[in-house]
């Protein structure tokens, strides 16, 4: 029985790994607009996007600011939703800080307990699963004009990691901006230190100058959805596209080219003598093809987004004698037709 159960976890090993990297999507951070739990309109809003490095990907730093118009002197709570941001986030009302107070559940009449932890209501028919910690939550005075109210965060993005080249998905939830009063026009820009690829937008075709991008957004109804994937030049698409299985063949094909001229010179001094040069080179062709497999996924990695989608049991157990039986065969075959040309009368 304990065989057995050797001989299963054996078996299923590089199948449970394939099926752990076979996830090609990572989502990114969930965040939305800050909410007003009293009576505002805001009269504008205006979203910098700047792309930056994070430790294996990139990510977004958001500058959101609001001009909110408040119908008297008083203090106005607001709530910024947002889902596994990196780092926290910085708050200024009318130029001057203000902290993230603490939440009490069973004090805030916006929180409701449910199974799996609390709703946030935006009405009283419509809410939105959260979790406390995922809300920053703060108040300030604010005056009967225009208030200017600046969030600055950071917030990782969703990507799918099936390419060495990463496509990136940046979402923004415009949701809450349809419980204020009124929500004026809101101004999007997206600028990165990087050449990107800018791929699509459901807020169309964007304004570009100085590698800027730039959208004005009157409809609401819809969410902020970016993508776009780094700029590379030809080279390092090319190797891309090649991929760590072309990248081998290649390399393989130059030590193919040397290793026919190998057996023909052989041949030619020792027709009838036995050819050690068939099993030395395949064996050396097939270290090298599987060498430069495994080694290309760094090579890319390098050169690109690191991807951690390094398939090394592959060339285990599938390469390597897929390898030994084409190569090996081709090999064999060609030896023999040099000695059956140079030997026959």
């Known amino acids: ?10 078996l299923f090993t590089p199948l449970l790994f394939l099926a752990n990297m076979a996830n090609p999507w990572i989502e990114g951070a969930e965040h939305s607009g800050i909410y007003s739990l009293k009576n505002c309109k805001v009269e504008k809003e205006f979203i910098n996007i700047k792309l930056v490095k994070g430790d294996e990907m990139r990510e977004a730093e958001f500058i959101v600011t609001y001009f909110i118009d ?20 910085k708050v200024w009302v009318n130029e001057n800080s203000v902290d993230k107070q603490d939440l009490n ?55 799918d990691r099936r390419d060495f080249i990463k496509e990136y998905k940046l979402q923004y939830s415009l949701y809450p901006s349809k419980f204020w009063d009124s929500f004026g026009p809101i101004e999007v ?15 169309g075709n964007p304004t570009i100058k100085n590698n800027n991008y730039s959208w004005k957004i009157t409809d609401k109804s819809k969410d902020i959805e970016i993508e776009f994937s780094p700029k590379y030049s030809w080279l390092i698409q090319f190797l891309v596209i090649t991929g760590p299985f072309g ?13 026919i001229k190998i057996l023909k010179n052989r041949r030619k001094k020792y027709p009838s003598k036995y ?3 068939v ?29 951690h989608q390094g398939y090394y049991l592959l060339a285990v157990f599938v390469f390597i004698p897929g390898f030994l039986f084409i190569y090996g065969f081709l090999i064999w075959f060609i030896d023999r037709r040099f000695k059956t040309e140079i030997i026959k009368p």
Request: charged share 20%.
């Open 275 to 277: 050819n050690f040069w």
């Open 247 to 259: 990248i081998a063949c290649i390399v393989s094909a130059i030590l193919l080219f040397f290793h």
């Open 70 to 89: 408040a119908d008297s002197d008083k203090k106005v709570p607001l709530v910024f939703i947002g889902l596994g941001l990196s780092g926290s986030a």
């Open 279 to 307: 099993p030395l080179g395949i064996i050396l062709n097939c270290i090298v093809f599987n060498a430069a497999f495994i080694f290309s996924f760094d090579l890319l990695d390098w050169l690109t987004d690191k991807t």
């Open 189 to 203: 820009t997206l600028e990165s230190i990087d050449d990107i690829k800018f791929l699509k937008s459901n807020l």
């Open 1 to 10: 029985m304990k065989k057995k159960l050797q001989f299963l976890l054996l």
């Open 105 to 159: 559940a069973n004090q805030q009449s916006f929180l409701q307990e449910n199974i799996n932890g609390f709703d946030i209501k935006f009405s009283e028919k419509e809410d939105h699963p959260v979790s406390i910690n995922d809300l920053l939550y703060f108040q300030k005075n604010k005056k009967k004009i225009k208030n200017k109210v600046v969030i600055q965060y950071r917030a990782t993005l969703s990507y």
